[in-house]
Every structure is written in structure tokens, then in C-alpha cells.
């Protein structure tokens, strides 16, 4: 007991002071009159309110907007002050409160419940409205398929966008049971939390009924309905289902889907020794969807774009599929049953899943290698961010559900991960598991703070856990290792690993476990030697264990990656790795050394160019299709790098790039019948193809002509090549635009047909998108707009980019003022100048100086951009072709 109360004690220290705890006040002030619900607002509120029930009622006819009634059920503590329910841009006919009509006070954000109409106990209030249909991605939202014109609607709600579909109290500790009926068309199923108790004729179509669900935070209720494609499967112990546009249900493999539920929901079950406790198991393609997936309790929605293929999917692609099913089965114990009860927890539920999600991707499928696939995935774009100007803790407050994005990010997932990942190693796999058993069964059907979940593996571990939580929630940063040893006679005299901050401002030093790897190079290649698990803390730590053994070629200090640090390799081993990556049979430790090499170039200590002579001497080499994906991401990385360094490399870029091109293709003729690095090799081409022989193949493949035998020519690929034709303005490359649109006028026909127009090299094009993209009144999908953004400026158009370039920096705080969240995490991402010169990074930082009241998401974006506009510069700076 004294280490869990010792330990909460901490964390809920810790979390007062950063502001993630909020006392309601006596009297609270009334709620800000925006469009968002403040921390402080939603603790007053749930002090109040408790055990809700809502009754739903839709009607959905497949126009633009839909009708419904909700009625909510709920207990009040205290009815001596106004009571605010959430609901969205809708049009209300009707409402009751406690049986008595009365005119709502509505200001398109929330409604304002008078007290004299409260009571305290148990209240009922009624809300009959209309809405449109969001386009956006949130809400309720609606899409016509271009090819048959069938309308799909689908539900997402997280962070906080239920209250765009019904009335509620829109926060997760709030939750609540839900009873839901809808009318629809009579050729549309309709899909959520519980499996649908019966469905009638009606005028017009069918009535569906569902019976009340479990208690769920508002969140994670759902319900999507349209004429989807059903596929079922009942031979595991929980009903699945998969759901999809009958226009791509060609695109999907429900035998693949089917084998990764099956298999997940059996190792979930067996590792928290707690049931999957929602029945039944949807998941549902969906169309201009935000994300990749989401957690919907029961009914979760993937994005169309990441899982349909037409093709044979890849190893690359069956594994990303695994994944995600799998990471979002993780969330329906961590984060359904047990849901944090404000958004600074969210990054718990996505840590943990991300976590869980590569574990059984490793330990229940085919997929073994999965924690590598993390490691160069993943990791690395959290270890990117966390050296950043706007890395943050884990653990982050965040005042208001306008906030509740604004860490959403590699840290929140990956760092996050790879916390929970080495916590395990340091307490043990058993005691681990033991804890978050504990933690689920304790908390199930409940809101749970970060002190709950530390005080559960605390109990477990029998150890206090205070001082970790401290130095890796609370604390930003990312801690460099390095292994220092001396040898005499051919051994070991002395070692220890040494840990250090990233400066004054980051000093934390953590507690770690890692394994220090020793290798010997001999004949055979590069061979372990030696490995020790050790436990570090500290500066310095020595390891006497170690004295002895033979001096070795390269060090690893922490092989097989139990801990979350940047490696710093001593000389000797890193000359080991730039000479010998072809000698090491461990995929993962290759993986290790060719991101040294790779950090080393960002961190400016590597000339680009010598990376790329490392490139292309072992990549064609590489049979690890994991690794070499990677690999390949990195090479288009350089060559985008060399792109928008401009002029100056402008020899060497051609030269290097045709030395890429000639690799690629010779790769992709060599494949044969492995089509897996076939489309690897292949793609890879498409990406660096920028010489006009190299794209006359592209030319020639789209015309059916055998450049690589053997290879498939999709609908996919062939937009591929299009939009490349069309980016470098190839001879006829409109025409075959033309043509291709024709070809195919599907949803997603449709959206590569615009990515390949807005992309060429044309000022009067990037002007009419310009506008388009600012015009935030415009009839265009978000979607469209999203694409659209994504193709505007690649690094090659750094002149066209130039003609707009102080306009987009001048409007920012306009748009960001104007637009919601949603597009600005879009906006800001792909639309912010940055052009690889001292000047662009002159402009930028002027921007940031102009601007110091932008939102916070919008404000990250703008410091990103800068820094890694300062990195090009610095590395531009350091090759050595000059």
C-alpha cells in the first residue's frame, strides 16, 4: 500500500502542477460562448452530472442533411445553476426538459439549460434538430460515390465532434449508455456498438433498432450506415464483420482481415485475462477518412486509402494491415473499457495500443519481425520530434478540446510506446502484464488517470515507480548513449556507458535497461561477441562485467532495442558500420547502423553525398524487405534534400541522380518472381525518375511496353506514374492525364486525378489552387482540399513555391484564425515556404516573430518548418562535393 499511495501521491503532484487537474469551482463562471469545451468547464460539469443514458433516434435519407431526436437521461447533484448540453450547427424543432417545452437557448455550440427548468435527481431533456451531413470527416459524415452514386455515411468523434451528430455532454468522463434507432433507405445496413436487434419495413425504407449498449465515454459510440458490401465470419468465439463500398469491395481481402481479427482478439483475451467485452466485431472501410483507423467500441472505421489495393497486397502491406487491426483492438480494454477522464490522457490510450498493437503483430502473426518494423518506423519519427524546438512530455495539460490534437504525434504514440516498451523490460514482462491486468479489471467501465495506471504496475512490480514517472512522462527530451572502453592486450580493460541531455534546458538523466552488444569481425561477417542487460542511471555507469573480454569491432549499447535513446557510436564502431553494413546477418542491428549513418547525416556529421555512396553500394544487396524499405524511404528523403538545395548541387544531383535510377530499375528487373521487391524496386523508381530517359520508361510502361517483365501494371501504379509524367511537365503527360481520368472515375480515380494536375510545374495552376485552398467557403470535399494541399510544392518547384511564398506566410494568421483544427493540421503541414536557403530561413523566423498568437498546433508547424529548413542548410553545408 505505501508504494501505490507514495506513487500517486507523485503523479497527482505532478499533474497539479502541469495544470492536467482542474477544480471546479464553487461557482463556476458560465461557459465560454466558442465552439469549444474548456477543461475547467467539463469538471464542473461532471461534477454535477452522473449516470446518462442516452435514446437516439436518426433519420437518415441520403440527402445532405439528416434529422434526429435525442433524449437524455441523467442524474443531477445540483440544480442551482445553468447546465450546458453540446450540439453543433443544428437546427432545433423541439425540446422538453423534464416533460415541459421549452424554448432552447442555442448557440449553434451548446445548449443553456435554465435552472428553474433542473431539478435535482433524476432529469430527462428531449432535443428534436436537423443538420447537414459534415463533409469534413467528423460528425456524421457523408459521401456520394463517384462511380455509381451510392451515398456511405460514417461517425467519427474523437477528440470531441460527437456533439456535430446529437446532442450530449461531449467529454470522456461523462460516460454513458446509448440506445439507438434510425430510419434509412431500404438497400442500406447500418452498423455500431451493439449488434442490431431488429430491423422492419417502413415508408420509404427499414427502421433499425439496437439495444442499449454498455457504458462507453462519448467518443467511442459510432454508428455508420449506407449500402455497404457485408462480409461475416463466425469461426471465432466473437462475430466478425467487415463492411466497404460496394465499388471497391473488389480492392479488399476479407480473408486477411478476418485472420488478424481472429488471431488478435484470442491474444488479447489471453494476455489481459480479461474478454473482449463488446460481443461483436465490426470494422469498416470508409471514405475521406482523417486518420488511419479508430477505436470505435465494436464498429471500427479504417481509412479507404491505406487498406485498399488493386493488387495482391504486399508483405509490407499485410503487415501494416495486421497492425492497425491490431492497434486498434488493443484500445477496445485500453481505452473503451478504461478511458481516461480528460484529453491530456489520450496519449496513455495511444501509447499503450501502439505498444500492445506491435506486440501481438510480433507474437500472434506471421509477422515476427514487427518490433523491427517499429524501430525504423515509428521510433524514429518520435525521436525526430523529440528533438525538436516543440517537443514536449508525455503527459501534457491541455486546457480546452481545441487543444486536444495538439500533441497527438510520434511522441504521444511512438515515444510513448517505447516507454511502456522499456518500463517492461525494467520491471519485468510478468509483472507488467500482472499490472495491466489489474489496472483493466479494477478501472473496467470507468474513467482512469494516469496515477491509476502507474499505481497498478507499481503494485505489480513492487516498486516505486514515482521517480520513472517523473523523468519520462514529465520531462521532454531524448537522452544520447554511448559505450566508452578502453583494451589492452586485445581486451577489455575498462567500460561504462555514458548518458547524456540535450542541453540546459532538457538535463533529466533516466533510468534505463538496455543490452550493450559486443561484435567481432571475422571471416564470416560481424559476429556477436558478448551481450549484457544492464540497468543505467546517471552520467556514467560502469560495467566491470565486461572487463575481459575481447576488444571488439563494434559496440551496440543497446542491441535489440529495449530502450528509447539516440545511439551515439564510438569511431571505431562507427567506421565498422560505414565499411561492413553488408557483413551483418541480424536485421535488426543493420537496421541500427544504417540509421547511425542516417542520423549522422541530419545531425550534420555525415556528408549527404557519403551516405549516398553507402546507398548505392549495399541496398541492391539487401534482402531484409523491411530494412530495404526503409532504406529506400531514406534515399527519396536525400534525393527530395538535393532537390531543394537548388543550382548548387544541381551536377551532382543529376549524376547521383542517374546512378539512383539505373540501381532502381536494375533492382526491379533482377526481382523476377518475387514480386515484393519487385514493386519495391519499382516504385522506388517512379520516385527518383526525374531524367528524361528515366521518365520515357515510365512513358513506356504506362503504354504496355515489358521495361520490367513480369511487372503488373495496376490502376494504382499507373496513377503513379501520371502524376510523375505530370510533375516534371513530361511531353504529353496532360493528354495521358486525360486519358487516365476516363480510365478510371472512381473516388479515388477522382483524387489522383487532381493530385497529377495540381502537381505540374504550372504558375497558373499553383494560383487557381492557391485560391481554392484559401477559399474556406468552397463546395470541394475537405478531402479534395487535403489532397490538393499535399502535391502543391514539391521540392523540385522551389521557384514556383517562391511566387507564393510570402503571400501563404502573410495570411496565416488569418486562416488560422478562420479555419478550424481539422485544416489547419492539414494547412500547416504542407502549405508553410520553406526553401533551403538562408533567406527562406530568414522569412521563417520573421514569420514567427510576426505571428506570436497563433494556436498552438498552427505555431508548432510554423517552428517545425524552420528548424528543419535551418537542418537542409546545415547539411547542404556539410557535403563535400563543393
Same mark, same amino acid.
Given at each position: 500500500m505505501k508504494t501505490t499511495m507514495t506513487t500517486i501521491a507523485l503523479a497527482l503532484t505532478l499533474a497539479l502542477a502541469h495544470g492536467a487537474a482542474c477544480a471546479a469551482p464553487a461557482t463556476p463562471a458560465p461557459r465560454a460562448e466558442n465552439a469549444y469545451l474548456s477543461q475547467q468547464d467539463a469538471a464542473a460539469r461532471s461534477a454535477r452530472v452522473g449516470n446518462v443514458d442516452?435514446?437516439?433516434?436518426?433519420?437518415?435519407?441520403?440527402?445532405?442533411?439528416?434529422?434526429?431526436?435525442?433524449?437524455?437521461?441523467f442524474d443531477l447533484s445540483d440544480a442551482g445553476q445553468p447546465l450546458t448540453i453540446d450540439l453543433d450547427k443544428a437546427t432545433i424543432a423541439s425540446m422538453t426538459v423534464n416533460g415541459k417545452a421549452v424554448a432552447p437557448r442555442y448557440n449553434q455550440w451548446f445548449i443553456t439549460l435554465a435552472p428553474a427548468d433542473l431539478k435535482e435527481g433524476r432529469n430527462t431533456v428531449t432535443i428534436a434538430y436537423t443538420r447537414p451531413h459534415s463533409t469534413n470527416g467528423e460528425g456524421l459524415h457523408r459521401m456520394v460515390d463517384p462511380v455509381d452514386g451510392r451515398v456511405y455515411t460514417y461517425s467519427h468523434f474523437e477528440p470531441a465532434a460527437a456533439h456535430q451528430m446529437f446532442a450530449l455532454f461531449d467529454q470522456p468522463d461523462l460516460k454513458a449508455t446509448f440506445q439507438v434507432s434510425v430510419t434509412t433507405p431500404a438497400d442500406w445496413v447500418v452498423s455500431s456498438t451493439m449488434r442490431e436487434s431488429g430491423v422492419t419495413e417502413v415508408?420509404?425504407?427499414?427502421?433499425?433498432?439496437?439495444?442499449?449498449?454498455?457504458?462507453l465515454s462519448p467518443y467511442n459510440f459510432s454508428m455508420h450506415a449506407g449500402p455497404y458490401k457485408v462480409w461475416e465470419d463466425t469461426s471465432g468465439p466473437y462475430p466478425m464483420r467487415l463492411f466497404a463500398r460496394q465499388s471497391v469491395a473488389a480492392q479488399v481481402s476479407p480473408k486477411d482481415w478476418f485472420n488478424y481479427t481472429r488471431r488478435g482478439l484470442k491474444f488479447f483475451d489471453q494476455y489481459f485475462g480479461v474478454p473482449y467485452q463488446f460481443e461483436k466485431y465490426d470494422q469498416l472501410l470508409v471514405p475521406d477518412f482523417l486518420y488511419g483507423a479508430m477505436e470505435n467500441a465494436a464498429a471500427i472505421t479504417f481509412g479507404e486509402r491505406s487498406f485498399l489495393h488493386r493488387d495482391e497486397m504486399t508483405a509490407a502491406q499485410r503487415e501494416s494491415l495486421a497492425g492497425v487491426i491490431l492497434h486498434e483492438m488493443a484500445h477496445q480494454w485500453f481505452g473503451d473499457l478504461v478511458t481516461m477522464k480528460w484529453w491530456n490522457g489520450l496519449w496513455l490510450n495511444e501509447s499503450f495500443a501502439s505498444f500492445m498493437g506491435t506486440l501481438a503483430t510480433a507474437e500472434a502473426t506471421e509477422f515476427g519481425n514487427a518490433w523491427q518494423g517499429f524501430y525504423l518506423d515509428g521510433k524514429q519519427s518520435a525521436y525526430e520530434q523529440d528533438q525538436r524546438v516543440t517537443t514536449h512530455p508525455i503527459e501534457t495539460p491541455v486546457p480546452s478540446t481545441a487543444n486536444a490534437f495538439d500533441n497527438i504525434d510520434a511522441i504521444t504514440y511512438s515515444k510513448g510506446a517505447s516507454t511502456l516498451k522499456q518500463l517492461r523490460h525494467l520491471i519485468g514482462e510478468e509483472a507488467f502484464r500482472q499490472g495491466v491486468h489489474n489496472y483493466l479489471v479494477k478501472y473496467s467501465y470507468q474513467n482512469a488517470r494516469l496515477d491509476d495506471f502507474i499505481g497498478s504496475l507499481s503494485a505489480a512490480a513492487g516498486r516505486d515507480l514515482g521517480a520513472w514517472t517523473k523523468e519520462w512522462l514529465y520531462e521532454p527530451g531524448v537522452n544520447t548513449i554511448a559505450a566508452e572502453f578502453s583494451c589492452a592486450g586485445g581486451k577489455i580493460a575498462s567500460f561504462s556507458v555514458r548518458q547524456s541531455a540535450p542541453g540546459a534546458a532538457m538535463p533529466t538523466l533516466r533510468e534505463q535497461r538496455v543490452q550493450i552488444g559486443l561484435f567481432k569481425l571475422g571471416k564470416d561477417g560481424l559476429a556477436l561477441d558478448r551481450n549484457l542487460a544492464v540497468t543505467y542511471n546517471g552520467a556514467t555507469t560502469a560495467v566491470p562485467e565486461l572487463a575481459g573480454a575481447a576488444c571488439p569491432d563494434l559496440v551496440y549499447p543497446n542491441y535489440q532495442d529495449w530502450g528509447y535513446a539516440k545511439v551515439q557510436l564510438d569511431k571505431k564502431s562507427f567506421a565498422t558500420a560505414q565499411t561492413s553494413l553488408n557483413k551483418v546477418d541480424d536485421p535488426l542491428l543493420r537496421s541500427m547502423l544504417w540509421q547511425s549513418l542516417w542520423d549522422s547525416v541530419r545531425d550534420g556529421k555525415l556528408p549527404l553525398n557519403a551516405f549516398l555512396t553507402t546507398v548505392l553500394a549495399n541496398a541492391p544487396g539487401e534482402k531484409d524487405y523491411t530494412l530495404l524499405g526503409n532504406i529506400v524511404d531514406k534515399t527519396l528523403?536525400?534525393?527530395?534534400?538535393?532537390?531543394?538545395?537548388?543550382?548548387?548541387?544541381?551536377?551532382?544531383?543529376?549524376?547521383?541522380?542517374?546512378?539512383?535510377?539505373?540501381?532502381?530499375?536494375?533492382?526491379?528487373? #533482377?526481382?523476377?518472381?518475387?514480386?515484393?521487391? +519487385? =514493386? *519495391?524496386?519499382?516504385?522506388?523508381?517512379?520516385?527518383? &525518375?526525374?531524367? !528524361?530517359?528515366?521518365?520515357?520508361r515510365l512513358a513506356d510502361i504506362l503504354d504496355g511496353k515489358p521495361v520490367v517483365p513480369g511487372l503488373n501494371v495496376n490502376q494504382d501504379l499507373r496513377w503513379d506514374i501520371v502524376t510523375r509524367l505530370n510533375r516534371f511537365a513530361y511531353p504529353?503527360?496532360?493528354?495521358?492525364?486525360?486519358?487516365?481520368?476516363?480510365?478510371?472515375?472512381?473516388?479515388?480515380?477522382?483524387?489522383?486525378?487532381?493530385?497529377?494536375?495540381?502537381?505540374?510545374?504550372?504558375?497558373?495552376?499553383?494560383?487557381?489552387?492557391?485560391?481554392?485552398?484559401?477559399?474556406?467557403?468552397?463546395?470541394?470535399?475537405?478531402?479534395?482540399?487535403?489532397?490538393?494541399?499535399?502535391?502543391?510544392?514539391?521540392?523540385?518547384?522551389? #521557384?514556383?513555391?517562391?511566387?507564393?511564398?510570402? +503571400? =501563404? *506566410?502573410?495570411?496565416?494568421?488569418?486562416?488560422?484564425? &478562420?479555419?478550424? !483544427?481539422?485544416?489547419?493540421?492539414?494547412?500547416?503541414?504542407?502549405?508553410?515556404?520553406?526553401?533551403?536557403?538562408?533567406?527562406?530561413?530568414?522569412?521563417?523566423?520573421?514569420a514567427i516573430v510576426k505571428f506570436p498568437d497563433l494556436s498552438a498546433g498552427t505555431k508548432r508547424s510554423l517552428l517545425v518548418t524552420h528548424q528543419e529548413d535551418v537542418r537542409c542548410v546545415a547539411i547542404k553545408k556539410s557535403m563535400t562535393i563543393f
Amino acid at each position: 500500500m505505501k508504494t501505490t499511495m507514495t506513487t500517486i501521491a507523485l503523479a497527482l503532484t505532478l499533474a497539479l502542477a502541469h495544470g492536467a487537474a482542474c477544480a471546479a469551482p464553487a461557482t463556476p463562471a458560465p461557459r465560454a460562448e466558442n465552439a469549444y469545451l474548456s477543461q475547467q468547464d467539463a469538471a464542473a460539469r461532471s461534477a454535477r452530472v452522473g449516470n446518462v443514458d442516452y435514446t437516439l433516434e436518426f433519420a437518415l435519407t441520403g440527402g445532405e442533411s439528416f434529422s434526429g431526436t435525442t433524449t437524455l437521461a441523467f442524474d443531477l447533484s445540483d440544480a442551482g445553476q445553468p447546465l450546458t448540453i453540446d450540439l453543433d450547427k443544428a437546427t432545433i424543432a423541439s425540446m422538453t426538459v423534464n416533460g415541459k417545452a421549452v424554448a432552447p437557448r442555442y448557440n449553434q455550440w451548446f445548449i443553456t439549460l435554465a435552472p428553474a427548468d433542473l431539478k435535482e435527481g433524476r432529469n430527462t431533456v428531449t432535443i428534436a434538430y436537423t443538420r447537414p451531413h459534415s463533409t469534413n470527416g467528423e460528425g456524421l459524415h457523408r459521401m456520394v460515390d463517384p462511380v455509381d452514386g451510392r451515398v456511405y455515411t460514417y461517425s467519427h468523434f474523437e477528440p470531441a465532434a460527437a456533439h456535430q451528430m446529437f446532442a450530449l455532454f461531449d467529454q470522456p468522463d461523462l460516460k454513458a449508455t446509448f440506445q439507438v434507432s434510425v430510419t434509412t433507405p431500404a438497400d442500406w445496413v447500418v452498423s455500431s456498438t451493439m449488434r442490431e436487434s431488429g430491423v422492419t419495413e417502413v415508408a420509404g425504407g427499414k427502421r433499425w433498432t439496437f439495444p442499449r449498449s454498455k457504458k462507453l465515454s462519448p467518443y467511442n459510440f459510432s454508428m455508420h450506415a449506407g449500402p455497404y458490401k457485408v462480409w461475416e465470419d463466425t469461426s471465432g468465439p466473437y462475430p466478425m464483420r467487415l463492411f466497404a463500398r460496394q465499388s471497391v469491395a473488389a480492392q479488399v481481402s476479407p480473408k486477411d482481415w478476418f485472420n488478424y481479427t481472429r488471431r488478435g482478439l484470442k491474444f488479447f483475451d489471453q494476455y489481459f485475462g480479461v474478454p473482449y467485452q463488446f460481443e461483436k466485431y465490426d470494422q469498416l472501410l470508409v471514405p475521406d477518412f482523417l486518420y488511419g483507423a479508430m477505436e470505435n467500441a465494436a464498429a471500427i472505421t479504417f481509412g479507404e486509402r491505406s487498406f485498399l489495393h488493386r493488387d495482391e497486397m504486399t508483405a509490407a502491406q499485410r503487415e501494416s494491415l495486421a497492425g492497425v487491426i491490431l492497434h486498434e483492438m488493443a484500445h477496445q480494454w485500453f481505452g473503451d473499457l478504461v478511458t481516461m477522464k480528460w484529453w491530456n490522457g489520450l496519449w496513455l490510450n495511444e501509447s499503450f495500443a501502439s505498444f500492445m498493437g506491435t506486440l501481438a503483430t510480433a507474437e500472434a502473426t506471421e509477422f515476427g519481425n514487427a518490433w523491427q518494423g517499429f524501430y525504423l518506423d515509428g521510433k524514429q519519427s518520435a525521436y525526430e520530434q523529440d528533438q525538436r524546438v516543440t517537443t514536449h512530455p508525455i503527459e501534457t495539460p491541455v486546457p480546452s478540446t481545441a487543444n486536444a490534437f495538439d500533441n497527438i504525434d510520434a511522441i504521444t504514440y511512438s515515444k510513448g510506446a517505447s516507454t511502456l516498451k522499456q518500463l517492461r523490460h525494467l520491471i519485468g514482462e510478468e509483472a507488467f502484464r500482472q499490472g495491466v491486468h489489474n489496472y483493466l479489471v479494477k478501472y473496467s467501465y470507468q474513467n482512469a488517470r494516469l496515477d491509476d495506471f502507474i499505481g497498478s504496475l507499481s503494485a505489480a512490480a513492487g516498486r516505486d515507480l514515482g521517480a520513472w514517472t517523473k523523468e519520462w512522462l514529465y520531462e521532454p527530451g531524448v537522452n544520447t548513449i554511448a559505450a566508452e572502453f578502453s583494451c589492452a592486450g586485445g581486451k577489455i580493460a575498462s567500460f561504462s556507458v555514458r548518458q547524456s541531455a540535450p542541453g540546459a534546458a532538457m538535463p533529466t538523466l533516466r533510468e534505463q535497461r538496455v543490452q550493450i552488444g559486443l561484435f567481432k569481425l571475422g571471416k564470416d561477417g560481424l559476429a556477436l561477441d558478448r551481450n549484457l542487460a544492464v540497468t543505467y542511471n546517471g552520467a556514467t555507469t560502469a560495467v566491470p562485467e565486461l572487463a575481459g573480454a575481447a576488444c571488439p569491432d563494434l559496440v551496440y549499447p543497446n542491441y535489440q532495442d529495449w530502450g528509447y535513446a539516440k545511439v551515439q557510436l564510438d569511431k571505431k564502431s562507427f567506421a565498422t558500420a560505414q565499411t561492413s553494413l553488408n557483413k551483418v546477418d541480424d536485421p535488426l542491428l543493420r537496421s541500427m547502423l544504417w540509421q547511425s549513418l542516417w542520423d549522422s547525416v541530419r545531425d550534420g556529421k555525415l556528408p549527404l553525398n557519403a551516405f549516398l555512396t553507402t546507398v548505392l553500394a549495399n541496398a541492391p544487396g539487401e534482402k531484409d524487405y523491411t530494412l530495404l524499405g526503409n532504406i529506400v524511404d531514406k534515399t527519396l528523403q536525400s534525393d527530395a534534400y538535393l532537390k531543394k538545395m537548388g543550382p548548387a548541387v544541381a551536377a551532382y544531383r543529376a549524376k547521383v541522380g542517374g546512378q539512383l535510377e539505373r540501381m532502381a530499375l536494375t533492382a526491379a528487373r #533482377a526481382a523476377g518472381a518475387d514480386k515484393n521487391f +519487385q =514493386r *519495391l524496386w519499382l516504385s522506388t523508381y517512379v520516385g527518383v &525518375a526525374s531524367s !528524361p530517359a528515366a521518365l520515357a520508361r515510365l512513358a513506356d510502361i504506362l503504354d504496355g511496353k515489358p521495361v520490367v517483365p513480369g511487372l503488373n501494371v495496376n490502376q494504382d501504379l499507373r496513377w503513379d506514374i501520371v502524376t510523375r509524367l505530370n510533375r516534371f511537365a513530361y511531353p504529353g503527360s496532360e493528354a495521358l492525364l486525360a486519358a487516365e481520368r476516363e480510365r478510371d472515375k472512381s473516388d479515388s480515380g477522382q483524387a489522383a486525378a487532381l493530385a497529377a494536375r495540381v502537381i505540374r510545374p504550372d504558375a497558373g495552376i499553383k494560383a487557381e489552387w492557391l485560391a481554392n485552398i484559401g477559399d474556406l467557403q468552397t463546395k470541394l470535399p475537405f478531402s479534395k482540399v487535403r489532397a490538393a494541399m499535399g502535391v502543391m510544392y514539391p521540392a523540385d518547384q522551389q #521557384a514556383l513555391s517562391e511566387l507564393s511564398a510570402q +503571400q =501563404r *506566410l502573410d495570411t496565416l494568421a488569418r486562416l488560422d484564425q &478562420a479555419a478550424g !483544427p481539422v485544416f489547419m493540421r492539414a494547412y500547416a503541414g504542407k502549405m508553410l515556404p520553406a526553401t533551403c536557403t538562408p533567406a527562406s530561413v530568414a522569412r521563417l523566423q520573421a514569420a514567427i516573430v510576426k505571428f506570436p498568437d497563433l494556436s498552438a498546433g498552427t505555431k508548432r508547424s510554423l517552428l517545425v518548418t524552420h528548424q528543419e529548413d535551418v537542418r537542409c542548410v546545415a547539411i547542404k553545408k556539410s557535403m563535400t562535393i563543393f
